[in-house]
């Protein structure tokens, strides 16, 4: 709203790589939390766990405070032992890799499918083959619903030892089937830049009830009861510690945000599928441009991230942003940080050929529910321009 003698805001001038949607019924959900006199975990992160549950089809939800710690305590409630060697992605994100490191665990790297951008069976087995896992993180790259028993057969691994980092999962499916659904581990995300933001926060979707236990109590310390529970009438001051646990929960605050959010989240997503089919439509046949191959068959896509293939790909990411077009990458490898390198050597991290490749190539372009048409046509008609250049 305009303030009287205040002139309109300049035409924005940049197309952002994301900006974070927020349902109309955040603002309410918020100010009733903090009126109600409660505003760590509580009813409305209980209440919430039940609605992300109904919205997947899930057995069991444990909200907690980011899909990186929710990791974490996936693995710990493994109860592997130390030094296990993890097989996960290099193309991810670093969070995915130290939960692994700050869990005891070993990392060992898997390559992608230069087509499908995620490791396939193959890929899963070569690195099996290198080091014998006990656990294997798989990942959704970009919202690609992957293959969790095919890969969990290929690395060798029983489906109770394979954790999913589904960050990039809500609203995708394979088979019918939701990302969560029928996991044992499905890790989610409800960062600022994800499919369903609630600012920071995160989630563990299990089909197994001691599994679902043990998270909603290491989310905490270990507490065996949390202190809304301890408050309630009848509750005691009485806990124990039986297994140590991080500080991982949720808040009632965001909550109340997610449990707002998940209402909006089917029209996001509808939204989401229109601007990829435009995206398609209207990039196909550039010069350069690679568009990932995506086996779609059976497949509902989540659609989190539109990326491409480009060549000369840090110049055209200079060239689209003097053109007010902002855009992102996913991921740098793990094998190319410093601190990853160092810990899990060299020779582990020259054992990813083609993500070293892709990793040259990848470009995200701006896709969110508030991506206007007209925004979206000024970055195909800016990497137009860009790549036509270049022949
Ligand atoms: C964002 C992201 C994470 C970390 O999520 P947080 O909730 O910020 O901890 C983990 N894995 C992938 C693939 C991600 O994109």
Redesign the pocket.
């Known amino acids: 709203m305009g303030q009287a003698g205040q002139t309109a805001p300049p035409e924005q001038s940049t197309v952002p790589f994301t900006v974070p949607s927020f349902a109309g019924e955040v603002s309410d959900a918020v100010v009733k939390v903090l009126d109600s006199g409660w505003v760590t975990t509580g009813p409305q992160t209980a209440a919430f766990e039940q609605d992300f549950a109904d919205y997947l089809g899930a057995a069991h939800v444990v909200a907690v405070a980011?899909?990186?710690?929710?990791?974490e305590l996936c693995l710990r409630a493994m109860d592997l032992p130390p030094g296990s060697a993890v097989l996960t992605p290099s193309l991810?994100?670093c969070?995915?890799i130290n939960a692994i490191l700050h869990a005891g665990h070993h990392p060992v790297l898997v390559d992608v499918d230069a087509g499908t951008l995620v490791p396939g069976p193959a890929e899963v087995a070569a690195a099996a083959a290198r080091r014998a896992p006990a656990a294997m993180v798989v990942?959704n790259?970009g919202g690609y619903p992957v293959d969790v028993a095919a890969l969990a057969e290929a690395a060798g691994l029983d489906r109770t030892r394979v954790i999913e980092?589904a960050?990039?999962g809500p609203g995708a499916a394979r088979d019918g089937t939701p990302v969560g659904a029928s996991s044992y581990a499905a890790?989610f995300?409800?960062?600022a830049?994800?499919n369903m933001p609630i600012g920071?926060?995160?989630a563990v979707a299990t089909s197994d009830q001691e599994f679902a236990d043990r998270i909603r109590a290491t989310r905490l310390h270990g507490m065996s009861k949390d202190s809304w529970r301890r408050y309630l009438p009848g509750g005691s001051w009485r806990y124990d510690v039986k297994n140590l646990g991080l500080k991982a929960n949720m808040t009632d605050i965001q909550a109340s945000i997610g449990r707002a959010q998940l209402t909006a989240l089917p029209e996001w997503q509808r939204r989401r599928a229109e601007l990829v089919a435009r995206y398609d439509e209207a990039l196909s046949g550039l010069p350069g441009l690679v568009l990932p191959q995506r086996d779609l068959d059976g497949v509902q896509h989540a659609w989190h991230l539109y990326q491409v293939l480009v060549p000369d790909r840090d110049a055209i990411i200079a060239e689209l942003e003097a053109a007010g077009v902002s855009t992102s990458v996913?991921?740098i490898p793990a094998s190319h940080m410093t601190a990853y390198r160092e810990i899990l050597g060299e020779e582990e991290c020259g054992a990813v050929p083609v993500t070293d490749r892709v990793a040259e190539e990848l470009l995200s372009l701006p896709l969110y529910p508030g991506l206007s048409s007209d925004g979206q046509d000024r970055v195909v008609s800016a990497l137009a321009g860009a790549l036509r250049a270049r022949g």
């Open positions: 980011s899909c990186t710690t929710a990791l991810t994100f969070g995915a990942q790259q980092d960050a990039h890790c995300s409800f960062y830049t994800k920071e926060g995160g996913h991921f």
